[in-house]
């Protein structure tokens, strides 16, 4: 886990808080957030996150309805255009703004659980095939056993991935419903997933059937590409998978 912190000028940025650094100073002692440091106190993404929640309207939080959260997947079926960079630095920014984070790495490449500093190799892995396959055979999926915490109080989860994920097509191409696997999954554990404020997917470049079944969960691709005439391409073949899934299901997903 990653003690990240930002100094008061930033964490009062962050919380949108407009009064002065006295007030903010007092509304975080007012909130019991440590005073270690004095003036040069630090603020954790779970602190900025008390303050907003301080700032909203009173009892706006209470009693959340369970929903899936929005989710920010990050696509393209060209390779190195950015989107791991991407999707970790999105992700950590929302969360150091206050906002519950849930990554999901969806690439057997596992390039975001190492940008976090995961070793793959070494540690016990639980990835997002994994839990679909679980849920598909009907077997508990434990999804927050699978979560590795990379902010302090669940501020930024990951549900890191290894190579194994590579084999997902092949048990995926037998499965019946297999677009729907994932969207099956966040609906059935709805508890799990309910409890966060949006979900980050790193998908893998190309179109398989794991990156068809993360993206049909979608409502909102992100298209990261760079400004050459092979992402053009690229962005063609991405707008075609989407035209065939909203064809095949009369969804209306959008990039
Ligand atoms: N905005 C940027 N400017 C310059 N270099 C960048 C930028 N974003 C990412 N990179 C670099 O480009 C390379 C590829 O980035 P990244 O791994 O994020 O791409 P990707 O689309 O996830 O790749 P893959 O398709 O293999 O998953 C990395 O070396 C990264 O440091
Ligand atoms: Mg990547």
Redesign the pocket.
């Known amino acids: 886990m990653r003690d990240f912190k930002v100094k008061a000028r930033l964490a009062q940025e962050f919380s949108r808080f407009s009064g002065s650094p006295k007030a903010f100073r007092d509304l975080s002692n007012e909130l019991g957030i440590t005073k270690e440091g004095g003036h040069h106190r630090l603020y954790s993404a779970k602190d900025i996150r008390l303050i907003r929640l301080k700032l909203l309207k009173p009892g706006s939080q209470e009693g959340r309805p369970y929903r899936i959260p929005p989710i920010l997947n990050f696509r393209?079926t060209k390779?190195?255009?950015?989107?791991?960079?991407?999707a970790g630095n999105v992700a950590s920014t929302l969360a150091m703004q206050g906002h519950r984070i849930l990554m999901i790495d969806g690439?057997p490449?596992a390039?975001l659980t190492s940008l976090f500093g995961i070793d793959w190799v070494n540690e016990e892995i639980t990835h997002i095939g994994e839990l679909m396959r679980h849920y598909y055979k009907k077997q508990s999926a434990n999804v927050e056993q699978a979560i590795l915490p990379i902010y302090a109080g669940n501020m930024l989860d990951l549900i890191p991935s290894d190579i194994t994920l590579a084999d997902a097509d092949s048990w995926l191409m037998g499965a019946t419903n297999r677009e729907a696997m994932f969207k099956r999954l966040l609906n059935t554990e709805i508890a799990f997933f309910s409890t966060y404020d949006a979900i980050v997917i790193?998908s893998?470049?190309g179109t398989t059937l794991l990156t068809n079944t993360l993206m049909f969960a979608c409502n909102t691709l992100i298209a990261?590409v760079w400004l050459d005439g092979q992402s053009i391409e690229a962005m063609r073949v991405l707008a075609s998978n989407v035209a065939e899934l909203n064809t095949a299901f009369a969804l209306s997903t959008a990039i």
């Open positions: 393209m390779g190195g255009t950015g989107k791991t960079t991407i690439d490449q390039s790193d893998a470049p990261v």
